[in-house]
């Protein structure tokens, strides 16, 4: 009886005291605790009659419980449903509704809203909070301590992940445990991870950059990690020398370069840095490796797809690009008006196929197929190009691709022209309705610590590196970019601001 993603990820570690977690309070839990724990979780899911195939959703804080829950879902054959814990119970409703766990955990602080969706719908509601505590645990308490792991494929799906869902219904994206192991055998090869490796794990698990990246990884490397529920930057100043490598977002780099203890000194035995999620500025490439003499490694993924390419471990990481495709990952860039490869260096939509990439949108068969197409490359929606040396270089989506006057817009050009100006931290471009154009181009703002911005001056600067159809026609100063979870720029918030504009 095979459990693959198991087999690899967990199935080495039962009853080792090798430790897995050490906690913000210096508590250490070892392989062989957590998956004890994560075994009586996975009787108390079975016994509330869930069976392989089955869903559970989950919306509940970071916690060693929580890291769990899913182990537990690995060796029951349960479909894991991560949600985003700033979900309202409105949205929540709607993951419910779609996916009809058997099971939906949640914070005890959430009970009493979330209760009647559950009741509603027929779903068996249990609680876990922050502390470890909550009615799952209480359940648990007295199951064994071993779980018979449920026979699984490759191909069977493993988790259930929704998209951001800016511009529609969210998407169920159906990753099996194919998905999921090679992606992490990859990166494990890709990025040098051993049993050596702590991991500085300050990311969100209910993202796949925090769940599958980052935890995957050290399962299967059989490393350990600094699990800490978010990211403090004090907490991140004392922890980092006894790291060896560290996974974050643009946000995270940034935050540690604005503090001077973080210094050369305190990461001069760290091996790796890792970003993602949302694209890191040219400018913090080089001042991190200013400060750390660290040149910190992007790379690029998405929910349907887990990780896509990666800059090398070895060889040059090239600001402004996401390197190389990951081994046995096919990249494509494709003109989206004829469905043909572009020229060399061309900016056109990114596909990609390979074994990361996800079976289809659950319950969405006609989504399915506009998203992913019958030879098995997927339309990432993102538009890139690739440079001289085949770095893959992002552009921006598609769909925030301005359209003024018939002529086709990248944002992230001007962004880039923009960000280079004296006194900008950093900016986000947008199409906003325009009477004569279609889409007028109009440019937010963020100043550096202390510094004003004259957005005519800045207008004025930019004239002549910029064809006069990409000049903003309006430009305006925010003391911030509206962002997700994991830092992304959420540029339709901006452009539902500035609608109305021009009208």
Known sequence: ????????????????????MILPDGRRISYGAFLEMAARFAHVFADAGLVPGD?????????????????????????????????????????????TPGILLVDPRNEPALAPIAES?????????????????????????????????????????????????????????????????????????????????????????????ASNVTFLAGGSMLFHPGFKLDRM??????????????????????????TRDLVGHMRLFVSGSAPLLAETHTAFEERTGHRILERYGMTETNMNTSNPYDGERRAGTVGFPLPGVELRIMDPDTDAPVADGAVGIIEVRGPNVFKGYWQMPEKTKEELREDGFFITGDMGQLDADGYVQIVGRAKDLIISGGYNIYPKEIELLLDEQEGVLESAVVGVPHPDFGEAVVAVLVPRKGEALDTDALAEAIKPRIARFKQPKALFVADSLPRNTMGK??????????????A
């Open 237 to 262: 100043i004392e922890a980092l020398p006894k790291a060896t490598a560290m996974m974050g977002v643009p946000t995270f780099y940034t935050r540690l370069l604005d503090d001077p203890r973080f």
């Open 1 to 20: 009886m095979t459990n693959p993603l198991h087999d690899a990820l967990f199935a080495p570690h039962v009853g080792s005291d090798r430790t897995l």
């Open 489 to 502: 720029v959420q540029k339709n918030i901006l452009r539902d601001r500035y609608a109305d504009l021009f």
């Open 121 to 213: 719908l027929g779903t068996k509601l249990l609680t876990l909070d922050a502390d470890g505590g909550g009615s799952l645990p209480e359940a648990a308490a007295d199951k064994p301590g071993r779980f018979e792991p449920r026979a699984r494929t490759e191909e069977d799906l493993a988790a259930l992940l929704y998209t951001s869902g800016t511009t529609g219904r969210s998407k169920g994206a159906m990753l099996t445990q194919a998905n999921l192991l090679s992606n992490a055998r990859s990166l494990v090869e890709e990025w040098r991870f051993t049993a050596d490796d702590v991991l500085l794990h300050a990311l969100p698990i209910f993202h796949t950059h925090g769940l599958f990246v």
């Open 55 to 99: 869903r559970l959703a989950v919306q509940v804080e970071k916690s060693p419980e929580a890291l769990a829950v899913y182990a537990a879902c690995t060796q029951a054959g349960i479909v894991f449903l991560p949600l985003n814990t700033a979900y309202t119970a409105a949205e929540v409703d709607y993951f419910v509704g779609d996916a």
